[in-house]
């Protein structure tokens, strides 16, 4: 006999918890309490949650806006509508966690530590009696009398309503698969393609390597067959494969849309001046330092590695000084610094996505997050055709879709509808 539950959510992920604690939250006491699973294929709930933000955990920001969204970003707003960043806030402080805003309106927990979002969350959890079955990787959902049977490898239980938030593809090291979609799927949803996205830019390595391990603000855009495809401002990193830091990781949803095919990006070092007045400044540069080495052109105003590695570029064969330098070559110069060209082969793989682009179309669930294929089955989180910029907006998804889907299913529950 499998056990029997009001609601089972599937994926003890972001999305899966606040919706477990939202549907848990909605029976006051003494209306009955639902019987709630929670079903996770990890040993433990959470566990990406761990990583996010660099162990910070960057879980909203206050900017929120649909076009921070990207995929069926147009359908949105119905179900971001109500979450503003403000509600996240207080969800979490109703839970007892207090967060704090730092820069560009990212909004972390107040001790900076992602454990204590996670504890607040398994607390709440355990407050509810909400069943959290660990080990549990779903592999069949069945539609039976009284709503849903569920299986894995190793359990089956039955559930009048089911929640399905199994996640997207990335960073399968802390389990990220397709399971859930082949679920869903059989299920009669359709999924877009799918591919890795908040996730470095590849590039010529021979082009990389020499500035491994450098980093300076810049004004990054993707050039599609030579033409602005989209830019974004920001750290850029240097890496041993390419480009990376958040104002890449932007750029990096463009370049999978494009299939990184005919791409460059061309990043602007000095984006608070015009190449006229970078050419002006080197020209006093070259006045003030006429003996140094012309390589040293750039060391005044860019990173060392940087200018010296933009010169060699620029000039293969450069032994001039810096006095030495004409103005042609000061102007390629400073229009080198102003776009620093790098062709892009394409992203790295899933192992170092954050997100995944692509999913189940929005238009498959209505504004309560319920299937409109299939009744009693509610969709939360990054299984759905969803991704936001890097900065807090992919956990403030995960959050108002989970808190949406819980309430909305408990709701349906409560009032006899399933
Ligand atoms: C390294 C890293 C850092 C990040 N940092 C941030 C950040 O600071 N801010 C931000 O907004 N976003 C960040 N993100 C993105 C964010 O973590 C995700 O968008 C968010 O976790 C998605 O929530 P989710 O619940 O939909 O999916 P997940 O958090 O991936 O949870 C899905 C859960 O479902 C489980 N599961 C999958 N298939 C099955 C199955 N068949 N049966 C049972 N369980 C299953 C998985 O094991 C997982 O626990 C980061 C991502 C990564 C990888």
Redesign the pocket.
């Known amino acids: 006999m499998s056990e029997k539950y009001d609601l089972a959510v599937?994926?003890?992920?972001?999305?899966?918890m606040a919706a477990a604690v939202s549907a848990a939250s909605q029976w006051s006491a003494g209306s009955g309490r639902l019987k709630i699973a929670l079903?996770?294929?990890?040993p433990r709930?959470?566990?990406?949650?761990l990583?996010?933000?660099n162990g910070r955990?960057?879980?909203t920001n206050m900017r929120i806006a649909p076009e921070r969204y990207h995929g069926d970003a147009d359908r949105i707003l119905p179900m971001l509508g109500d979450f503003s960043p403000q509600y996240i806030i207080e969800f979490f402080a109703s839970l007892g966690l207090l967060c704090r805003e730092l820069d560009e309106g990212r909004v972390y927990p107040y001790n900076l530590q992602a454990a204590a979002v996670l504890d607040v969350l398994r607390a709440q959890l355990e407050r509810f009696h909400v069943e959290t079955i660990c080990g549990?990787?779903?592999?069949k959902v069945e539609k039976s009398a009284a709503g849903f049977l569920v299986s894995?490898p190793e359990h089956k239980i039955e559930t009048r309503s089911l929640v399905f938030?199994?996640?997207?593809m990335?960073?399968p090291q802390?389990?990220?698969?397709e399971?859930?979609y082949a679920?869903l799927k059989a299920l009669g949803h359709s999924c877009t393609p799918l591919f890795p996205a908040l996730v470095q830019l590849k590039t010529d390595s021979r082009r990389a390597k020499p500035l491994k391990g450098a980093r300076c603000a810049a004004k990054a855009a993707l050039l599609a067959d030579g033409r602005p495809a989209g830019q974004s401002r920001g750290e850029v990193q240097f890496t041993e494969h390419g480009l990376s830091g958040i104002c890449i990781f932007d750029l990096s949803r463009l370049a999978g849309e494009f299939r990184n095919a005919g791409l460059e990006v061309s990043l602007d070092l000095m984006p608070e001046f015009s190449a006229r007045q970078v050419a002006e400044f080197l020209k006093r540069r070259q006045t003030a330092l006429p003996f140094l080495p012309a390589a040293d052109l750039l060391n005044g105003c860019l990173n060392r590695m940087v200018g010296q590695e933009i010169m060699k570029q620029v000039f293969p064969s450069l032994k001039k000084r810096m006095g030495d330098l004409n103005e042609r070559e000061l102007s390629s110069a400073s229009n080198a610094v102003k776009g620093f060209r790098f062709p892009v082969s394409g992203t790295l793989s899933w192992r170092d996505a954050?997100?995944t682009a692509g999913g189940v179309p929005l238009r498959e669930v209505d504004g309560a997050m319920q299937s409109r294929l299939c009744p009693g089955l509610y969709l939360?989180?990054?299984?759905l055709n969803i991704d936001?910029d890097c900065g807090?907006?992919?956990?403030?998804?995960?959050w108002s879709s989970?808190i949406l889907a819980g309430r909305s299913a408990a709701l349906a529950l409560k009032n006899g509808k399933r």
Do not use: D, R
């Open positions: 599937v994926g003890g992920g972001a999305a899966g079903l996770e294929a990890n709930v959470g566990k990406k949650l990583a996010t933000g955990c960057n879980l549990f990787p779903v592999g894995g938030a199994t996640g997207g990335a960073y802390l389990g990220a698969n399971s859930g679920v954050q997100v939360a989180g990054e299984v936001g807090g907006f992919n956990l403030h998804w995960a989970g």
